[in-house]
């Protein structure tokens, strides 16, 4: 069983050999500073750093998957606000949101994924790096971080409560444009897709919020990737126990969650695939004994695919997670 045979057939219910353990991209970002130490280009901007910066976290860290890009400013950066390209150290960065107004943004602003450039060099990398053996994933950044990159997140926050049609037009707005993404890399080769939300977390939006203006986006997005026939995974960041009934709803592939959540409770609350939850801060810090510890106890809790829980520190050493990915393939 080759790994994107593991991984495709674990998502569509049917049996495997073993877990996969994959790290998407996107937010769950694995080009750490130690692996892209000998690479001259800006592995977030240029296509060929893209591509090879993928492939090496396969072949070096030992994830078994290509995903890209490496951050969650593709989808804000073409809508008004200045951005850092990133570096060897530093991920890609919002530095100034956009202080338009919200119809002067959504009347400004029309997104074509294959005519924005970063956007086209993801697509392009994802048309590269397709393949039969390995699983290639396009990620998306959810409708709330993405709609909070663009404006201020405490005046998005304050528009839920005084101007919820307006705030929901927006977030719409923002997953329409990040679906017509998504379909491009289809596409281009990507075998699925994985959103990551940080934003929309129980804690940040509540309940009501939560389903109010997360859950109809994630629906809509979902409906269209079904018609494509193409996986979805969904990363919630926090403690999802607030919103964990509204996400047993949605007909989503695999759930991945923050290493806060409890895998045996979200196994015995949810009928998804579930995706994590490796502390990113121990595999940043170690020791690798207690990492390996965590590894099997992500996959007695009935973990179904084995990933970091969140997003990784740049500072994080390879050693650290090639514990993690060779504990799960069996050579440890």
Do not use: W
Request: charged share 25%; glycine share 6%.
């Amino acid at each position: 069983m080759n790994e994107k045979e593991r991984l495709v057939k674990l998502l569509k219910g049917e049996k495997t050999d073993r877990p996969p353990i994959i790290c998407p991209g996107g937010m769950m970002n694995a080009a750490v500073t130690e692996l892209l130490g000998d690479m001259d280009l800006n592995h977030n901007t240029e296509l060929d750093a893209m591509v090879a910066t993928a492939i090496k976290i396969r072949e070096v860290v030992g994830f078994e998957n290509y995903g890209v890009p490496f951050c969650m400013t593709c989808e804000a950066e073409p809508l008004g606000v200045t951005i850092s390209e990133g570096d060897k150290n530093n991920e890609p960065r919002i530095l100034e949101y956009n202080n338009s107004s919200i119809d002067e943004i959504m009347e400004e602003f029309r997104i074509n994924p294959l005519e924005n450039k970063r956007m086209a060099t993801v697509i392009t990398a994802i048309a590269k790096l397709k393949n039969d053996e390995i699983p290639v994933i396009g990620n998306i950044t959810g409708p709330i971080s993405t709609a909070t990159s663009i404006v201020d997140p405490l005046r998005l926050f304050k528009m839920l409560r005084r101007e919820p049609d307006e705030a929901y037009r927006f977030i719409e707005y923002v997953n329409d444009y990040s679906i017509e993404y998504a379909k491009e890399m289809v596409k281009a080769g990507a075998d699925l897709i994985a959103i990551s939300d940080p934003t929309a977390t129980g804690e940040i939006l509540g309940k009501k919020n939560f389903d109010k203006f997360a859950m109809p986006m994630y629906e809509k997005f979902l409906k269209v990737m079904k018609e494509l026939s193409i996986p979805v995974i969904i990363h919630i960041c926090g403690d999802a126990k607030t919103i964990i009934d509204s996400l047993n709803t949605l007909e989503v592939d695999a759930l991945s969650f923050d290493s806060i959540v409890n895998m045996r409770f979200a196994k015995s609350k949810l009928n998804k695939k579930l995706m994590g939850n490796v502390s990113t801060l121990l595999l940043q810090n170690g020791p690798i004994d207690r990492i390996i510890s965590i590894t099997k106890n992500a996959i007695d809790s009935g973990v179904d695919i084995v990933s970091p829980a969140c997003g990784l520190g740049m500072s994080t050493p390879i050693e650290n997670l090639r514990a993690m990915t060779d504990y799960v393939k069996g050579s440890i």
